[in-house]
């Protein structure tokens, strides 16, 4: 299995990116992908996961309202749009797979067995 993330970039407070994480090899259509930032310094730490069978979602309470995750299971891509950015937002997200649903741990890293290689996120005036 293959991650491939990407969509980062510069953005000033208040702006908008979408980013995106396209899979390959998957041998079961079940599984799930989470998103995941991590800021200079700090833990890695879950910002959403969605699961590809039901499309249940989950957020990080920092980023609920503002942030969106959604699929196309055609194109076996994932999608973060991030509204109304904050400087704190600032990180390199990472998406990751798992075998099944998101669950009640979707935040949990280590449980994600496939991972991207991160995609960088700056919120700067």
């Known amino acids: 299995v293959q991650l491939q993330a990407s969509g980062g970039g510069l953005v000033q407070p208040g702006g908008s990116l979408r980013l995106s994480c396209t899979a390959s090899?998957?041998?079961?259509?079940?599984?799930?992908i989470g998103w995941f930032r991590q800021a200079p310094g700090k833990e890695r730490t879950g910002v959403s996961c969605?699961?590809?069978?039901?499309?249940?979602?989950h957020y990080a309470d920092s980023v609920k309202g503002r942030f969106t995750i959604s699929r196309d299971n055609a194109k076996n891509t994932v999608y973060l749009q991030m509204n109304s950015l904050k400087p704190e937002d600032t990180a390199v997200y990472y998406c990751?797979?798992?075998?099944?649903?998101?669950?009640?741990?979707?935040?949990?890293?280590?449980?994600?067995?496939?991972w991207g290689q991160g995609t960088q996120v700056t919120v700067s005036s």
């Open positions: 990751a797979s798992d075998p099944g649903r998101c669950g009640s741990t979707w935040y949990v890293w280590r449980k994600y067995v496939y």
């Open positions: 090899g998957f041998t079961s259509g079940y599984y799930a």
């Open positions: 969605i699961s590809s069978r039901d499309g249940d979602t």
